[in-house]
């Protein structure tokens, strides 16, 4: 079946990195943007980036440009996110999530989510 | 890009209908046809319900509809059910590439 399975959470240090990943089955991987969502506890749903099919188009939400990277690897069928410089603010539940059919459109599958946790 | 604005709570009693507006800029909501809204149960993750503004996705009750008007995108929910009560989000693609969600939408049945 379709599936989104995210990996790569923990406790780190503000100013330490963490690579994120999110493995993808059951549907052409390749063919379709992939995006990474946050949700900080207790808060609601802020989107962070969006990768192209392809890898070539990479857009950011403001607060985390120049600190995170998103990239894919379609031969693993793998989407990851390089979280450095982290914030106390970053601290959140992290989910990717598939384009329904373009870069920008609509999210129609959702992985679990993996916690961040950003604390001295 | 500023999160587009929900009502934080909407409540109505079993079988009533209701409805959340989620209110953008000519940048976001009112300038393109890719609103979508996400049902999201504590502890769970997020789920698509409407997409491009009217459209459901395969297996969504035929409950749940959207619309659009201007800046402002609504959900309604006709014929309230209890397994309705959940967080409702709203989202956007915006002229910069990227997506903006609402502020989210707190459900709640009498």
């Known amino acids: 079946q379709v599936q989104l399975v995210e990996s790569g959470g923990g406790v780190v240090q503000p100013g330490r990195s963490l690579r994120l990943s999110c493995a993808a089955s059951?549907?052409?991987?390749?063919?379709?943007?992939m995006h990474w969502v946050r949700q900080a506890p207790g808060k609601g749903l802020e989107w962070v980036a969006v990768?192209?099919?392809?890898?070539?188009?990479?857009y950011f939400e403001d607060s985390v440009k120049g600190r995170f990277a998103i990239s894919r690897d379609n031969s693993r069928n793998t989407l990851y996110l390089q979280l450095n410089n982290l914030r106390v603010e970053d601290t959140a539940v992290y989910y990717c999530?598939?384009?329904?059919?373009?870069?920008?459109?609509?999210?129609?599958?959702w992985g679990q989510g993996t916690m961040v946790t950003v604390s001295s | 890009q500023s999160a587009l604005t929900q009502p934080a709570s909407v409540s109505g009693s079993p079988g009533q209908s209701i409805t959340i507006s989620c209110t953008g800029t000519?940048?976001?909501?009112?300038?393109?046809?890719?609103v979508s809204w996400y049902q999201q149960h504590p502890g769970k993750a997020p789920k698509l319900m409407i997409y491009?503004?009217?459209n459901r996705p395969s297996g969504v009750s035929t409950r749940f509809s959207g619309s659009k008007s201007g800046n402002t995108a609504s959900l309604t929910i006709s014929g309230l059910q209890a397994e309705d009560e959940a967080d409702y989000y709203c989202?956007?693609?915006?002229?910069?590439?990227?997506?903006?969600f609402g502020t989210g939408t707190k459900v709640t049945v009498l």
């Open positions: 059951g549907f052409s991987f390749s063919s379709y943007g």
């Open positions: 000519t940048s976001d909501v009112g300038g393109y046809n890719y």
């Open positions: 999530a598939k384009d329904t059919r373009g870069l920008v459109t609509a999210f129609d599958v």
């Open positions: 491009d503004v009217a």
């Open positions: 989202s956007s693609y915006t002229d910069s590439n990227t997506s903006v």
């Open positions: 990768v192209s099919y392809d890898g070539s188009n990479k």
